[in-house]
């Protein structure tokens, strides 16, 4: 099924640090770059069963890149949202990384 997700994916290589993968990522899954990063989270994905960390970034000052091809084994269609309409994309999601991201989002949006 379709699911609403921010952009993600593994640590590809050994040692390759959380940042490095995002900034990979989001250039693979939505042909952007970022001139600003912001660690929000890392958190366990499911303690007690795995040591998978899952670390989520707000990245700022985005800019389209070229977007190497994703595969065929990825389908993504890039949705524009609105941050005013964040409830309603928390709401949506069912996906637990980015419901934890779209909240990190919306509490630091509440702080600023």
Do not use: C
């Not at 960390?53 to 949705?79: K, N």
């Amino acid at each position: 099924p379709d699911l609403l997700e921010i952009p993600a994916g593994k640590l590809d290589v050994e040692g390759e640090e959380p940042l490095d993968a995002a900034l990979r990522e989001l250039a693979e899954e939505i042909g952007m770059a970022a001139s600003e990063w912001t660690l929000l989270k890392t958190f366990y994905a499911t303690p007690g069963t795995s040591n998978e960390e899952i670390t989520v970034y707000l990245a700022s000052g985005l800019r389209q890149v070229e977007q190497p091809d994703a595969g065929e084994e990825e389908r993504i269609t890039i949705e524009r949202h609105s941050l005013d309409g964040l409830d309603g994309l928390i709401e949506q999601a069912t996906d637990a990384k980015t419901l934890i991201g779209l909240a990190l989002l919306r509490e630091r949006r509440r702080n600023s």
